[in-house]
């Protein structure tokens, strides 16, 4: 064979060794990229049926971080916050901490779910609390949004506050002060009832609500001006009964007068015409949404009690039921969707998503049954879970997992719970019998915190470390303001 023969030969098994080795190379990739895709969508391969079964990612965070994780009794690898790929199926997922309250749940994890155990609080297993500054007495206390501020009210007939700041969690500042005399009405040179209604949004507003006889009265007061003090009753020369501020704008606040709902513009000194007519009540959410329970006329000499919603200066009539029909009605948003939540004493809790979006098809999300009428109902602060209790036992809708949870408060022993507050996005806390407890969404983990006087707010710091809270001495009768160590240091 002459030795171009044997040159074009070489090249040419040179070039099908190149192309095989490329084919493989690219089989390789395909098939490890396949597996890798297969891993992450948590198919594993199951030794008793010898084929691939998907399981789910469980994502574990907790306040303080560093926990370790145990599942069906099985130690864990990891620590919080990180993740573990799991079998689909019901698990119990434990996490402990060394100084801290032993945290368990159980879970059902879908095929190809994505689960989140992020809200986990661990408490201490010993909490210590400390008084700060004694009142003689406490009338009502309230929290700013942005959990920076606290307003304490000591008397409801005296027109003083003291705004506490607890950026410096261990050495709160305090400022006393009296709104002017010039922004209220007194009767026979007396003061009615002050109560303290709401902050804005930017947590920089309050609204202070002034009852004296038959007078009402309603004060705009701004947290670092409280001299300068804007009595919107006398602004705008109407008799207002109640009053919201309009999400982030502290100018803008909605009142309920004479059954009509206005606007009143503190920037331009209006009042709007009447927005809905025949108001029960309202609530405001964000910017420009109300909902609210409102008399309307029905069909001739027939009365009716409608739940509508009014949003960008236009009013959606929802439901209608007969006059006299006690409704208890809530609305938030979750997920880029609006829900309202209906609740009329009939054993169940309605919940309709992007309510009147179409008026013509106004469609029911989910119908909860529930075994007796609520004393209260609610959303939770982020809008994800609806929330309907009465005095013993709590019903919960998570609306991202589409689950329904039924608690009954048995750790409360027996005792009147009343309606609990959100202390974050997950939890609750209720001072009820003088014992200050947090718990879960679901009525799980709850935690004996402190002891407290009943009936006025609690704080929990901007950094999640400290809890604030008004504790009461037996003895003297006088009140203080405490500070609970949520987080080992």
């Known amino acids: 064979m002459s030795p171009i023969s044997l040159r074009l030969k070489s090249k040419r098994a040179q070039l099908a060794l190149r192309f095989f080795t490329y084919g493989v190379m690219t089989l390789a990739t395909v098939v490890l990229t396949t597996l890798a895709i297969f891993y992450a969508m948590g198919f594993r391969f199951n030794n008793e049926t010898n084929q691939f079964d998907q399981g789910g990612l469980i994502q574990f965070r907790s306040t303080p971080p560093g926990a370790n994780v145990l599942v069906d009794g099985k130690q864990q690898t990891i620590k919080t916050p990180d993740r573990l790929n799991l079998a689909a199926g019901t698990h ?110 930017s947590s920089r507003f309050i609204l202070i609500h002034h009852q004296n006889g038959t007078v009402n009265e309603w004060l705009r007061i701004e947290r670092s001006k409280p001299q300068e003090a804007i ?20 100018n803008l606040v909605y009142a309920k007068t004479n059954d009509v709902l206005r606007r009143l513009d503190l920037g331009a000194n209006s009042a709007s015409a009447a927005l809905v007519n025949g108001l029960v009540t309202f609530s405001v959410y964000g910017d420009d949404t109300i909902s609210f329970v409102a008399h309307r006329q029905g069909a001739p000499n027939e009365k009716q009690e409608v739940i509508g919603l009014f949003r960008q200066d236009k009013e959606t009539v929802i439901q209608a039921y007969p006059a006299g029909t006690s409704l208890k009605v809530a609305y938030s948003e979750y997920d880029h969707h609006g829900y309202l939540t209906i609740h009329k ?52 809708y998570d609306i991202e997992l589409d689950k329904t949870f039924q608690a009954s408060l048995g750790f409360m022993g027996g005792a009147n719970l009343g309606k609990p507050q959100w202390l974050d996005d997950y939890s609750l806390w209720t001072d009820t019998g003088g014992r200050l407890r947090i718990f879960e969404y679901d009525g799980l983990n709850d935690r004996e915190i402190t002891t407290v006087g009943a009936g006025y707010g609690v704080n ?7 809890l604030f809270s008004i504790g009461k001495n037996a003895i003297t009768n006088t009140y203080f303001l405490q500070a609970s160590k949520l987080v080992l240091e």
């Open 231 to 250: 009595n919107l009753s006398q602004v705008f020369g109407l008799d207002i009964g109640e009053a919201h501020f309009a999400g982030s704008n502290p």
């Open 345 to 396: 004493n009939d054993g169940a809790i309605q919940v309709l998503r992007d309510p009147g979006a179409n008026t013509k098809d106004t469609s029911q999300f989910v119908s909860i049954t529930v075994s007796q009428p609520l004393s209260w109902l609610m959303f939770s602060n982020n809008g994800r879970m609806v929330v309907g209790g009465t005095d013993t036992s709590m019903t919960t």
């Open 92 to 201: 119990d997922v434990t996490m402990r901490l060394n100084g801290y309250r032993e945290w368990k749940r159980t879970v059902s994890l879908a095929p190809g779910q994505l689960l989140w155990l992020n809200y986990t609080r661990l408490i201490p297993e010993s909490i210590t609390t400390t008084p700060l500054r004694t009142f003689p007495s406490v009338a009502k206390v309230m929290t700013s949004p942005d959990h920076r501020w606290m307003l304490v009210q000591q008397k409801q007939d005296v027109p003083a506050f003291t705004l506490v700041d607890v950026n410096d969690e261990k050495n709160p500042a305090y400022t006393d002060f009296t709104l002017p005399e010039t922004a209220i009405r007194k009767a026979d040179n007396k003061y009615g009832q002050f109560t303290i209604v709401e902050w804005d949004l």
């Open 460 to 466: 929990l710091s901007q950094s999640g470390k400290t």
